[in-house]
């Protein structure tokens, strides 16, 4: 079992910057890619960022492009997610997620292990 904890989340206004942690614990945190996703209220959840396992490649939804930064730290065992010039439709409960099968699209990768999430609310 491999378990995550985010933290970092919090009320801040537009404009300003937040980061989110998701510690893992359990399994070898190296071998998995992770993805950062996020839930509005009444909407899906959706897809913010995903890093591979060396941190070598990453993917953004087009909307965080240039605002949001994915990392990790395997030493660690940590991943994060810098966002930068945050905006009221950023406001959701951000959850991180390790990948456990991969495959030639980042849309293949499947997720199983799921941390409890954090609040960002972004205030105009």
């Known amino acids: 079992q491999l378990q995550l904890v985010e933290s970092g989340g919090g009320l801040v206004q537009a404009g300003d910057s937040l980061r989110l942690s998701c510690a893992a614990s359990?399994?070898?945190?190296?071998?998995?890619?992770i993805g950062w996703f996020r839930q509005a209220p009444g909407k899906e959840r959706a897809v913010v960022a995903i890093?591979?396992?060396?941190?070598?490649?990453?993917y953004y939804t087009d909307s965080v492009k240039g605002r949001f930064t994915i990392s990790r730290d395997n030493v660690k065992n940590t991943a994060y997610l810098q966002m930068n010039n945050l905006k009221p439709e950023d406001t959701a409960v951000y959850y991180c997620?390790?990948?456990?099968?991969?495959?030639?699209?980042?849309?293949?990768?499947?997720?199983?292990?799921w941390g409890q999430g954090t609040q960002v609310t972004v205030s105009t």
């Open positions: 359990g399994r070898i945190f190296s071998r998995h890619a």
């Open positions: 890093i591979s396992w060396t941190g070598g490649r990453t």
């Open positions: 997620a390790a990948a456990t099968a991969e495959g030639s699209s980042w849309s293949d990768y499947e997720y199983d292990y």
